[in-house]
């Protein structure tokens, strides 16, 4: 049902909400009826921010609910170049990237199509970490290095994907703003301390940018993201208002979250005195209520909050695993979940070690564990003089390195072969499996032709 604004909503922030049907007509409608572009001039810098969490040169893997669209992006550009303006860069920054690593970068934007809208189109496409940072003060306790492309844009174009996150709820607008800060700064933000920790931190990135406007890409969606172990719907819907915290608050309805159990929002909204309850709000296009469907978004643990709710069903013993909290980064974030992938593995009826696990920037031993493995710098700083420790097991790096992984794994009587760790990212391709007879999950939605 298409719902239309009414004449006393005029002081209300706008989002629109669309059905997405067919290239370039629906995202010219969400953007028509949001009037996004209404400020934009020809002579308007813009810099576009897609979503593009993961990728892996190895091996072709789900990017549904995980990556922007480039169908989105390349009628974002069209509708832009329709304007007058010549000025566009896509920017992303890979999360393992350094400028090593940019090949990984340069294949992600060649298998996305970005050479041919550069050659379409003349825009210019960019990985943040070949490029400077900005160190700025956006309220948090360290100076953030924020893209400086960035923050030179009069504009920037935010496209998340509509999609949960495991520590954040949902990632949208505001989340997807952490890839155009360095990775130093990204460990800080994922913060120990209980006020200005993640959410706050998250709540503040776009403090320092002249403007931002929102498209939600929401052609798929994904529970249990941020990542491609998610489970990803085919939904077509697309979000754009000029206003972020209103985008990111609809956007979160869709998904079925109530933007309350949202810390990060919730911070952003007391930032800018708003209400929670969507009452400053003007919704057009379609009906918020019809559209939203419920996503999980949290990993279950058992009731003490110490082992996997999966690992507590077949009955691990012997093993205290405690819940990942929002102070453990992308990169441990990531190690943790091929840790849990390889314990689970391992069990095979006899009770562990008493072996406890620990990550992130907060955790404490408990006492009476006979090893305790300390994943990560933040973890060995924080923990390694502990009295309630026995046995330690440190894996120091940051992030660690796979070998301290594969060492300190057989200190607790778990071996890995080390071609496991040569092969994981063609891993990556058995996900695509879940995909497998389902005709609604289709790969030209990642093509420029
Ligand atoms: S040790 Fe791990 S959690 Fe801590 S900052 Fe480094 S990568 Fe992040």
Known sequence: MLIMKKSKDVNKSIVSIVKYEKPLESVR?????????ESITKDTKVFIKPNIVYWNQHTNFPKWGVITTSRVIEDTIIL?????????????????????????ALDAFEKLGFNLLKKKYNIKFINTFTRPFKKIDIGCDF????????????????????????????SLGFKNLLGLTHNESRKKIHSADPIKDLHFNLAHLP???????????????????????????????????TDMLSADMVGTKLLGIEPSEVPLLVQAAKDRHRPM?????????????????????????NDAGDLPLPFQRIGVKGLKYQKYDASLCTHCSGINGVLLTFIKNAWKGEPFDNIEVLNGKIMEPTPGMNKTVLLGKCQYDKNKDHPDINVMIPIKGCPPSMEDVRKAFSQIGI?????????????????????????EFEEKFFQIN
């Open 29 to 37: 409608k969400v953007v028509e009826l949001s009037k996004l572009f």
């Open 80 to 104: 832009l170049k329709e304007q007058g303006i010549n000025d566009i860069m896509i920017g992303e920054g890979f999360r393992i990237g350094e400028t090593k690593d940019n090949d990984l």
């Open 143 to 170: 100076e953030v290095d924020f893209s400086s492309d960035a923050l030179a844009a009069d504009v920037v174009i935010d496209i998340p994907v509509l999609k949960t996150h495991a520590q954040a709820v949902s």
């Open 207 to 241: 403090n320092k940018l002249k403007k931002v406007l929102t498209i939600i890409d929401g052609i798929y969606t994904l529970e249990r993201g941020p990542a491609i172990d998610g489970k990803a719907h085919r939904k077509d819907i697309l979000v754009a208002s």
């Open 277 to 301: 309850d969507l009452s400053d709000i003007t919704i057009v296009g379609e009906n918020l209520e019809e559209l939203a469907s419920h996503h999980e978004w949290d990993f279950i643990y």
């Open 415 to 439: 071996e890995i072969n080390p071609m496991i760790f040569k092969n994981m990212d063609k891993g990556a391709g058995f996900l695509m499996r879940k995909y497998k007879g389902k005709p």
